[in-house]
């Protein structure tokens, strides 16, 4: 089946830093999700890619659709506390079923 | 709040035991999904409806678990005779039927099998 490898499993970095991550798989895909999860919460959509070597923004956060369509990157631009959460790619199947990436764990030292 | 509503939170049960857990959707929405996640790792599919129909079902999905949703509204997913690999959280998820909508997670509930 689809499996998403997602790098790194987890940063621990400080507050003000940029971060980045990115999720890779030999399969192709015409989509790419990124969600983040806080603790005791649901996933939340952060960003959706619909085009091989789309670029999209939601305030500090950037990510690509790579040109292979086999990858995906997220970046976060300086970062604060409330960016902790566990950060996960995801791609969907016909009936919009997603597999999730392992996901990456942010921890910021304020 | 009119986001994805799942109950309970927590549950701790005893090896054995059946569990029933309920997600009530957005209301809009015709595509219900649950997920289940393991610690450390990423949510994994078991199986979705659109409306009333139960579409697809995971092979993670053993014959002890059952999901239904009678009117096409709420759901409910059922782990009959539970054991102590069953222990993770149990997402459910809604979105539109259209291409591409978007899910939409509630916070879960947390199943503790011992």
């Known amino acids: 089946g689809q499996q998403l490898n997602q790098s790194p499993q987890s940063m621990f970095i400080q507050e003000g830093e940029d971060v980045s991550m990115n999720c890779t798989s030999s399969s192709i895909f015409n989509t790419w999700l990124w969600y983040k999860q806080e603790p005791g919460e649901g996933p939340v959509l952060l960003i959706a890619l619909y085009k091989a070597g789309e670029l999209t923004s939601n305030g500090r956060l950037t990510a690509q659709f790579g040109i292979t369509r086999k990858d995906s990157f997220l970046n976060i631009s300086a970062s604060i506390p409330s960016d902790v959460g566990i950060y996960f790619c995801a791609v969907p199947n016909a009936g919009n079923m997603l597999t999730f990436g392992g996901g990456t764990r942010l921890m910021v030292k304020p | 709040d009119t986001g994805v509503s799942q109950n309970p939170r927590h549950k701790i049960t005893k090896r054995g035991q059946n569990v029933t857990f309920r997600c009530d959707p957005i209301?809009?929405?015709?595509?219900l999904y649950w997920y289940r996640q393991t610690l450390g790792q990423g949510p994994e599919f078991l199986t979705y409806f659109q409306n009333e129909a139960q579409l697809e079902k995971s092979r993670l999905l053993s014959d002890r678990f059952s999901a239904e949703r009678p009117k096409g509204s709420f759901s409910t997913l059922e782990i009959q005779r539970t054991e102590q690999g069953d222990s993770a959280m149990y997402l459910c998820?809604?979105?539109?039927?259209?291409?591409?909508?978007?899910?939409?997670f509630g916070n879960g509930t947390r199943l503790t099998v011992t």
């Open positions: 209301s809009e929405h015709n595509r």
């Open positions: 998820a809604s979105s539109l039927g259209t291409y591409n909508s978007p899910l939409h």
